[in-house]
């Protein structure tokens, strides 16, 4: 045998060797450490949870339900029975990586606390946001949003909902039950839809309540109504007032009872400022800069639509219609839109009152490079022409659903005042 | 290029890559680097025994199986000892292999095959300070952190985009071009 092959057969040796010790080495530390790796592992992950739940002794992971929403990753019994802690993964359209979040249940139903285990995300909701959580039960009821970091918060707050929707499939965690106010703020989305933002959600504001059998009162920021909720009886009605002065109201199921609650809709009538004059030259003034001659506009009233469109004119000159709609832009910014139809129901002008394209309101590049060519396909559109895609601007999302908006409840107040949709 | 790709330093900051994507504050940059220097210390005075009784593809192997076998000890004795304080930097503790291993290759590729231990050292340190140099550029300026303590950074001056793997290559480019540039300075110098 050569001094080579010796050499090369050593080689191998020592390999095998320098292996099988390795190998060896290993399997007694495993032998050694491994309880105290095991241990120091759950001393950490109990250690977590009890940040989120102070009373737990010991924590045992369940099986998750079979219809447990996809942010819900693992579920955590409490050992003595206290309730649950639930670890949480979810994501928003400002996410870089997924939002970590812990939260303990009680069996009571209530939050025994939150924690953020990762944050992933471009907007900061702070740290008081999550510990606003700690003390609610699954209504969620005084829990506010984050100004500036919607959608995080928001997917927060979803996050936490699924975490209810996995353990209520226990049976034995307790429904937190929403009061009327709860109730009325959740339905506002649906009975004003005029007042919407991006994420669905109504925009508005807290006015001082009028009293008497009013017990809240809100106002949407785009100005396209109130929503006031209203005493009657042993419960509440949603009475909500379009920017046109014409009130329904609805019970807590969201049925319309506007027929059978007329006290209520007069004490809510008189509880919002009346149109004035000075309102309607101010919608007036922008929809005349859709006609290109000059227009004998008319104030159309008692409009019975909830939607974006906040004031109708009927043009004498041309017997053409135009409505004036504020949907909600980026940032919650109102817009002023102007959908000018004739009388047989064709789009005749789409004005925009304002730089439709905000600035810097995208990160990316968006498509609209000519807005006014973009506003002129709208043209000669019917309700039946017309479909959202039409509207879709790609990297302007928002603005897209804003101009959708205003054209779709421009075409639903034209059917109200034709007679079409009463 | 290949001579290039043969400087030991050269090699050291292109093993870095994958920790760089792992590793973006002080704490986590500190530990990786100091169990970088442990293991490649070790697998130098371990291999200093065998090294001249192996052909190269053996010591491949070999080296191979000694820094797993002591990456994998040495996150058992975290995981046993400290990982409470520690949890952050053990998910990416599997890396360290890679990182022991491309800083032995560079200290190998520099003495004849055979893993000197002081030269060992010296990567180990580079490899450790450039890793520490980029995540606390990252965590001051990214996160507006040292070692995890808020500093009074007004929010507007940071810049997130540092916090993440792209920001962390972006750096890392960075520190590469004025370390060469510092060299080629003292290769000046010298001749």
Redesign the interface.
Known sequence: MSDKKK??A???T??AI??A??CI??LL??IV??P??EE??Q??AS?EMTAVMPEGKGFTEVELPADAPATVKHIYSENQGLGYVVELATTSQYS?GDMGILVGVGKDGIITGTAVTSYNE?R?FGEEYPLSYVGQDSALADVVMTSGATYSSTAFKDAILDAYTALFTFGDVAEGQKGDDQLIAEMMSSILPGACDALGAASMTEEESPGGNISSLSKATNGTGYVAAVKSGDTSVAAVINAFGVCRAYDMEGNDVTKDSRDAVTEALAAVPEVTEDDIEADKSIAEKAFEDEPELENIEKVDVFGTVTRAFLDKASGNYAFVAKPLGFGNETMSMVVVINDAGEIVNYRSASEMIINGEYYSEHDLKDESAYRQQFKGMTEDTYSQDKAMVNGATITSNAVHHSIEDAFSAFDYIKGGDE | MKEMINKPSVLVILGMIPAVGAVNYATGALLMGIGTIIVTVLTALIMKA?AG???DK?KL??YL??V??LT??LR??M???F??SF?DVMSSWNLLAVNAMVVTLAAVMNSEGRADTRFTLNCGLLFARLLFLQAVSREVFGAGAFFGIELPFP?GFRL?LLS?TTGGLILLGIIAAGMNAFLRRKEGRDA
């Open positions: 050499t090369a050593g080689g191998k020592i390999v320098l292996a010790a390795g080495i290993l530390s495993n450490l491994g105290k790796v120091a592992l001393s950490q250690g870089q471009t900061d | 065998f009784r192996l052909t053996e192997f070999a199986f000694t797993c076998t994998t000890l058992m004795l995981q046993a000892f990982i409470g949890g929010a997130p993440g």
